[in-house]
């Protein structure tokens, strides 16, 4: 599938030592709405210093991404790096460089090799193609496993909706409009406030939901852009409703695929809060349960020890009476009337589920979390990332 | 070191499928003032329901402790269990039950084999002795690797103290005055209200600020018995501050051990705080960094990855700015006026030390934790704990 009027290019330009995709442009000829979501990290990569004045005026051209240095912690320096490689790039495609916009990947606190990648921007521009998604997928990947693409069509309006994303450690998004990078193209014709709300829609129950390692990057990303090509305006009505939702869709999967591809994950741990008395509540549960070390171990066991769970749970402000508590583990109910129900079940699955009804009202909440392994910790011990 | 009052034990009653002791007594036959603080999770231990009521009077006789069992989350059949416990030890030493207090630590949600132990306590009654320390400190320990005792004399008041404490894992203690059970006997005269007003000024900046895990146990316990068998009274004035300045050097040495002997720990790492605006920034600051993952996997590598130290700075809601921050591992300064300083060491060390400057005030907080292990996960993925 390809949605009209995008071009990709994926190149290796010397960022990363082996000879692997580095460097990503996605590029819109006739320009694209645009609107994007960044980490609230309060120390913020260059990318994201750079972006937020352009994306002011609503509108760009092209996304430069490179992986394998974050660019981020490197001061004035870097984010003078991020305006010359954004500077020589829309010279090359005669544009203005305030419609250029950049996103970066990697380690931390490292200059970019600015002339190395300098010098492949032409090659980057020459390889650009409506075809090459899999390569910008690929060059916006660290320690992934897998490219991360999602596409749906909404066929009753004729609008289509491509969906990138990269991210495996340092994952534990929080954008208030995530290092987690995901890009969603589509060709519908929306303002940059329309995607803007759209992006406040969905943002919280996606990608605002998940945890690797409950670790926030300085880094995280969420862009999204509409070139209009499809002539559909989804500003209002039905048409909205019909859009968001399908980017919701796009969102909650490539989310997923992040979680699966979760550094070391070898299952995918849903935790869903039911009966809270406040939304706040219900996601402050969920995600202490997620982010807990002994209930991610404890799955990568295969082992549904609900007593871990009752303990992170104890640990929240959220109401509740414990006594009240219900606490199911696949299916299983383990946990009422403030004590133990069933015997530890031990079965290595490829997600779990845990549902936890407190019992104080009708919010609910969703978090999905990958297991802890000893893979996690090589990853992390050995490697610079 | 003897405590003059004090009678220890500590034998293997059949809690543990092993032959290694589960049960452990402390005697003082001739009563001492006590005091406890309890772990602030929700879920509290049915000692903990059971000790509540009975330190109101201020005064024991006997604390009952028991491992390979956390009687946690067993509803009123396992508060059943521990006063059953408790009168028959009661009913043995011919003194109240009133006098007796509990603590149990190990798996929650399973009832104690309480006729097995029934049968035993003559036993251990039978074995009490002055001499017994490690008996009983043995008794505690569950993943722990080595006993932790403590001793301290302060020989110009002429008063002993002698601390206890087991701990390795779910260990992130948040007690209102840690599965850590400490308990500090000694021969000065105090009542219980000098003892909780000791506790109140020790245990924030002791047991309270180690981690292993980031996980809040349900069961956490810490007691202080004064037998007054010194004649020495610490309710005032001098000797009250030498008493508690000595109390607090054994339970930080105490927590210290904890964390030494944390699941899987090969290093300690030390985040203190500096220049903070609020004792509660620094807290948060030195807490948030001492429970992540990957700075805990990076010094498990024995990399001194400052970039991950900044990433979690950087989510927390202390009063900073970014530029003025400076960052040093291990006497290096690696970060400061926003960017990186210095190039990565990689050295594995018993202690790492990490000190983070805020530029912010004149308040600070220190934090004690281990490195995230393969084998922290090994433990906890394989066996029930």
Partial sequence: MNVNGFYFAGIHSGIKDNASRDLGLIYAPDGAACAAAFTVNRFKASHILLDVPRLRRGRCRAVLVNSGNANACTGKEGLEDARRLTAVLARELEISAQDVLMASTGLIGQRLPVKKIEKRIPVLIRSLSRLRVEHFAEAIMTTDHFMKIREVEISSLGVKILGLAKGAGMIHP?????????????????????????????????????????????????????????????????????????????????????????????????????????RVDAQNVARTIATSALVKTAFHGGEENWGRIVQALGTTRASFRPEKVKIYVNGRLYFSEGKGRSTLRRKRREKHRVVIDLAAGAASARFLTSDLSEQYVRINAEHLT
């Fill in 174 to 278: 929080h954008m208030s409009t995530a290092t987690m990078l995901a890009f969603l193209l589509t060709d519908a014709e929306a303002t940059h406030l329309d995607l803007r709300s759209v992006i406040d829609a969905v943002v919280d129950e996606t990608f605002n939901s998940i945890s690797v390692d409950g670790q926030m990057s300085t880094n995280d990303s969420f862009f999204v852009l509409a070139n209009g090509k499809s002539g559909v305006k989804v500003s209002t009505g039905k048409e909205m409703a019909l859009f968001q939702s399908a980017v919701k869709d796009v969102c909650a999967s490539l989310a997923e695929l992040i979680v699966r591809d979760g550094e070391g994950a070898t299952c995918v741990i849903e935790v869903e809060v039911r009966g809270a008395r406040t």
